[in-house]
């Protein structure tokens, strides 16, 4: 079996008193070394645990220096084939290779092959948003490093030196956040798995927070400009406005959600979906305002199937296609909303998220609690006591808000 670990070499002692620390690379007595170009005092080494003391001012960097180099040589031999391991032995030595050896070898799974694993999961569970979230970050470490890694190669500077990478190629700081959130949810289930060892997790040091993200919401006077455009009926961006004030009205309903709407999500003067971001079931109340926009589209020869909108034109194949169209339509919708912006001299940013921070906004400029207004959003806010209140009268008093919110554009 071959085997690693870090020695002091006392025999070679620096001018400064200082000895330096290799790799001891070994197998059936044959011996090879690798320095680490680290040199240490003997006073700083603990030869038990093999690692570098407190005692010394940058035992930290040191020591994941350390891991890191460890981890780099251990996934070299892993996965290696006989040649690359005879290269760091001496020239003369000859080794044989145990076939059992190589059969563990072998079966050591990679960062990229795990990941792969798990976005196959994903799809097959229709979770296509997570699995794009895994692929996209996937392709970014594959641009920082394209060749097949081990976990244990993960360690703090692995990743300083990645968002390094990616801060020089100009990657949004959120952008950046979630590719390296999501190698940490790799990593986590790597662990559970017992692909890694535990000891060796480095996110505990290695903390990276969101950027705060500039506010989304706009003024309801923007939205009634928007609202009173003069505009060319059954033109795209005529369906676009229609789409974006229906957002407003049914309390934020994202993009997806609304081209989603079948017409038995319409019940009794009231649309009952469940959000495909989180699973949870709404309970909206239809206004007026809404009614008017609905009975556009409500038993139109535009839409397709069951759906209430024409956002979906076709009947997708299946949910990966389903994310596609809707992908598509969402970017299509924002550069409409955009082009609405530009007709009442906004210079900021609206988009189809913008909706659902704008009706918050409004309805707390309204005077309404924090508690109403997670509940009308879906969100989890207050105490016990406020919930079983607003479990009880949620309906009564989110319906209320959201006439007082709607009426507000008139």
């Keep these: 079996m071959v085997s690693i670990k870090i020695i002091l070499e006392k025999r070679k002692p620096k001018r400064d008193g200082s000895f330096p620390l290799y790799f001891q690379i070994c197998f059936k007595r044959k011996t090879t070394t690798r320095s680490t170009k680290i040199s240490i005092n003997e006073s700083c080494w603990d030869e038990d645990k093999k690692e570098i003391k407190r005692n010394h001012p940058n035992f930290k960097l040191l020591n994941q220096s350390l891991k890191k180099q460890f981890a780099d040589i251990q996934s070299e031999l892993l996965l290696a084939d006989e040649e690359k391991v005879i290269s760091y032995f001496k020239p003369k030595a000859t080794i044989a290779f145990v076939q059992t050896e190589v059969e563990i070898l072998k079966t050591k799974k990679t960062v990229f092959q795990f990941a792969e694993e798990l976005i196959k999961d994903l799809k097959l569970s229709n979770k296509i948003g997570n699995a794009w979230v895994y692929e996209s970050t996937v392709n970014a470490l594959k641009g920082y490093h394209p060749n097949e890694i081990l976990f244990e190669q993960i360690d703090y500077l692995f990743l300083e030196d990645y968002q390094k990478h990616l801060l020089k190629r100009e990657i949004k700081p959120n952008s950046i956040y979630l590719y390296i959130r999501t190698i940490r949810i790799f990593y986590n289930k790597a662990i559970k798995q017992k692909l890694v060892d535990k000891a060796l997790y480095p996110f505990d040091d290695f903390k990276l927070r969101p950027e705060r993200t500039r506010k989304r919401a706009i003024d309801k006077e923007l939205i009634k400009q928007i609202k009173n455009l003069s505009l060319v009926e059954d033109s795209t961006i005529w369906h676009v406005r229609n789409w974006f004030l229906l957002s407003f009205y049914l309390i934020g309903i994202s993009v997806i959600d609304l081209a989603l ?3 038995k999500n319409y019940h009794e003067g009231r649309i009952e979906y469940k959000r495909k971001k989180t699973g949870k079931w ?114 009564v008093v989110v319906d209320e808000a959201n006439e007082k919110v709607s009426s507000s554009l008139e």
Aim: glycine share 4%.
């Design 282 to 395: 709404y309970d909206i109340k239809i206004v007026p305002q809404a009614a008017v926009i609905l009975k556009l589209y409500l038993n139109s020869d535009k839409t397709s199937g069951e759906y209430i909108l024409p956002i979906i034109n076709y009947q997708p194949k299946n949910e990966e296609n389903l994310m596609r169209i809707v992908k598509s339509r969402t970017k299509l919708i924002n550069k409409y909303i955009k082009k609405l912006a530009e007709m009442i001299e906004y210079d900021g940013e609206i988009t189809s998220y913008t909706v659902r921070h704008s009706w918050a906004t409004t309805a707390k400029k309204m005077g309404y609690s924090n508690e109403v207004i997670a509940e009308a959003l879906g969100h989890e806010y207050g105490n016990a006591i406020t919930n079983v209140y607003l479990d009880k009268f949620d309906k």
């Design 261 to 263: 709407l079948i017409k």
